[in-house]
């Protein structure tokens, strides 16, 4: 069965909306473990609108289950990045305009300063994801650049309107998986997967992680975390591949 990583951004987000000390993410992030979280994952921006430095340091320090720090390749977030050592850095695109992380990194333009990157922090320990689309060329260049393992994009899954766009999207999935599988790299799916989308994606074959934020955040609010993470975790072994069902 596929690994739930938890996203606790959002969490961080309505803090940051009056500027005070609560809700913590940090407390989120425990909560997330007792309910059942496989890993947690954050993202540390570098406008630092949400996740802020005092959070990365004390996630590191608490989180017992795999810790994926998001990040992109500037500079000073790399050196927090090379001095945490989470056990996973995801290389995700950042624009200061955009409320979340829209599509996929861009490894292909940016293959000479991302190799440099996934390098430094190889060297200190980490493993390294590519947040990418289902692209062929994309994933290629992920596989070249270093990278052990990518994270697909699944926004066009998510926002799909129709059955025939929702299987279109699937099925460039599907082949993105297939061809990420071959070229050695581990395979993990997430973006704008919810509690009444994801069993489709969770019952494809070959995804070893999902990464769900905002849904699960959400849910919280009325059942509080443990529970939203409870219930998404059943989502994924009820849905799951069946040769993963016990």
């Given at each position: ?53 005092r ?6 320090e608490?989180?017992s ?33 955009e ?24 060297d ?30 699944t ?14 999207a ?77």
């Open positions: 069965m596929a690994l739930l990583g938890v996203n606790i951004d959002h969490v961080a987000t309505i803090r940051q909306a009056r500027r005070t000390d609560e809700p913590d993410p940090v407390w989120a992030a425990i909560e997330a473990e007792l309910g059942g979280a496989d890993g947690i994952t954050f993202h540390l921006r570098e406008d630092r609108r949400h996740i802020v430095d959070d990365a340091r004390l996630l590191r608490t989180v289950v795999k810790l994926n720090m998001e990040m992109a390749v500037a500079e000073d977030v790399v050196n927090i990045a090379a001095e945490l050592k989470p056990a996973q850095c995801s290389l995700v695109p950042e624009r200061r305009e409320l979340t992380t829209e599509g996929g990194l861009d490894v292909i333009r940016h293959r000479k300063r991302i190799s440099e990157v996934v390098a430094r922090l190889r200190a320990g980490i493993v390294l994801s590519a947040f990418i689309e289902p692209v062929a060329d994309q994933i290629g260049a992920s596989a070249d650049a270093g990278f052990d393992a990518v994270e697909l994009w926004g066009a899954y998510a926002n799909a309107t129709t059955p025939s766009e929702r299987q279109f699937l099925d460039d999935l599907r082949a993105g998986l297939e061809i990420a599988s071959q070229s050695g790299l581990e395979v993990h799916a997430g973006h704008g997967l919810t509690y009444r989308n994801v069993a489709l994606i969770a019952a494809v074959p070959g995804f070893s992680e999902f990464n769900i934020g905002h849904s699960i955040v959400a849910r919280a609010a009325f059942v509080g975390m443990r529970e939203a993470v409870r219930e998404m975790k059943r989502l994924l072994v009820q849905h799951g591949p069946k040769e993963d069902r016990v």
